[in-house]
């Protein structure tokens, strides 16, 4: 069983480069899918979510070349195998991206139910809403996602309204949209900046959507994609969590390569909470050399506060002055953190999607299990800025979504470590 050793208190300093966009990427790879030729997709974050989605292009039979650490090569021109393999599609949530490419490819698709963090329900209806609404059949049964359009290869498109802002059903609906034969409409569609870097990815290859980060998208379908070359934006989440890091250790870090546009949500909560946070191009420089405040906090979509960013600000709020509250707006249950960093000391009470948290002189070190991506992030966090030793396992989850966290943390002064003892990861569903 591997594990992360963090000795808390110590202040950081120094640089962080942030690495491309987990939420983008495993949108992305899989939109090769509806390219004739090859895609260079480059800072793409070395994590093990990406290592999924490439592995199960693989199986489906596309060529996979890694260029280097951060660059990527897709060509799925000659793809064959349609059927999309049950064990490594149940891992990850952004599998079920595989239906609405495959679907605008192929017009036929069957992909197993996709896995994922464990945050509540996680229905797809609105992902299958689209697709019906655009001219396919869908059914859900044994485990499996079939999708088809009846009686040709192409989807006509249409009009979807969907009855909540889901950044999956929309990056899903614009993947089926981009090959259809008419014109696809989205409305109510989510705004994060993932859906514009997916649009921006289509129509660098030739896809023609426009209205992406508003919340009406419309897509014209277009006969092919050619191949080309693309940069993945920078993970607004993680530069968020390093941010978080810094407000709950104290010290003084510069955050490169972020789109300081995309951290406005992250970046007011910092400041009321009397965190220094200036803007440059394309870096952020934290300082926090006194004590913070208290703050209230609502999750939203985009451009509200993130849902990905909620376990990491209660462990900065969790040693700040006062008593803050915390609204989650998107998930059903993401506070199962909680237990965990009461173990820390953390005085948190949950009703609901409201947490109230009185935040303590000092967290102290404890053992504790990270129970999915972000909650395992907000972990090391709370074990910076504690006392004595934490120990937290179950960083699979943390890997998924995380390039070399702990390299990253180290070269600032944090004192964490990898240590593997006798025993085993109880790796199960992830995603
Ligand atoms: C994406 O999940 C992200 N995952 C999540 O990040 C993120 O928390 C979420 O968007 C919200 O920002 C990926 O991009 C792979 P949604 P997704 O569809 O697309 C309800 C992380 O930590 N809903 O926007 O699955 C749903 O239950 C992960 O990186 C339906 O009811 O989220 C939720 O309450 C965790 N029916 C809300 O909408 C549907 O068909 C938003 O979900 C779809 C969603």
Request: hydrophobic share 45%; with cysteine; glycine share 10%.
């Amino acid at each position: 069983m591997t594990k992360y050793v963090i000795k808390g208190g110590n202040p950081l300093h120094g640089t962080i480069h942030i690495s491309g966009a987990k939420n983008a990427a495993v949108a992305i790879i899989p939109a090769a899918l509806l390219v004739d030729g090859v895609c260079r997709i480059e800072n793409v974050p070395q994590i093990s979510d990406v290592t999924l989605i490439l592995q199960i292009l693989r199986e489906l039979g596309a060529d996979v070349r890694i260029v280097n650490r951060s660059t990527v090569e897709v060509d799925c021109s000659h793809i064959r195998n349609r059927q999309v393999p049950y064990e490594l599609a149940r891992k990850i949530r952004a599998s079920y991206y595989l239906v609405g490419a495959l679907l605008s490819r192929f017009g036929w698709a069957e992909v197993p139910l996709p896995g994922g963090c464990d945050l509540g329900g996680r229905p797809i209806d609105q992902h299958i809403k689209g697709f019906v609404a655009m001219g396919a059949e869908v059914d859900v049964r044994n485990g499996l996602i079939y999708a088809r359009v009846p009686d040709r290869c192409r989807l006509p498109g249409g009009q979807v309204y969907l009855d909540m802002v889901s950044v999956g059903a929309t990056m899903n609906i614009m993947l089926a949209a981009a090959l259809a034969q008419g014109m696809t409409v989205i409305e109510n569609a989510a705004k994060e900046p993932h859906i514009v870097d997916l649009a921006n990815f289509l129509n660098s290859m030739g896809a023609d959507i426009r209205g992406a980060g508003t919340d009406v998208i419309k897509i014209h379908g277009v006969e092919r994609l050619r191949g080309g070359s693309y940069s993945i934006i920078p993970d607004q989440i993680e530069a968020g969590t390093y941010m978080a890091a810094v407000a709950a250790a104290g010290g003084e870090v510069l955050i490169q390569n972020v789109i300081p546009k995309h951290l406005d949500c992250i970046t007011a909560k910092l400041v009321e909470m009397g965190v220094d946070v200036e803007e440059q191009d394309d870096a952020l420089l934290l300082r926090r050399t006194s004590a913070m405040g208290r703050v209230n906090v609502k999750t939203m979509p985009y451009p509200g506060f993130p849902t990905d960013m909620q376990p990491q600000i209660a462990a900065a709020l969790c040693v700040a002055r006062g008593t803050s509250v915390l609204t989650e707006g998107v998930w059903d249950n993401r506070y199962r953190y909680v237990d965990e960093f009461r173990r820390m000391g953390a005085k948190i009470q949950v009703d609901g999607k409201v947490a109230v948290i009185e935040g303590v002189e000092h967290l102290t070190g404890a053992p504790i299990h990270a129970c999915d991506l972000r909650a395992g992030a907000a972990m090391i966090i709370a074990g910076l800025a504690a006392q004595g030793t934490t120990e937290i396992d179950g960083i699979y989850h943390i890997e998924r979504g995380y390039e070399t966290i702990v390299d990253k943390l180290a070269a600032v002064g944090a004192d964490i470590r990898v240590v593997t003892v006798p025993g085993e990861d109880m790796q199960s569903q992830v995603g």
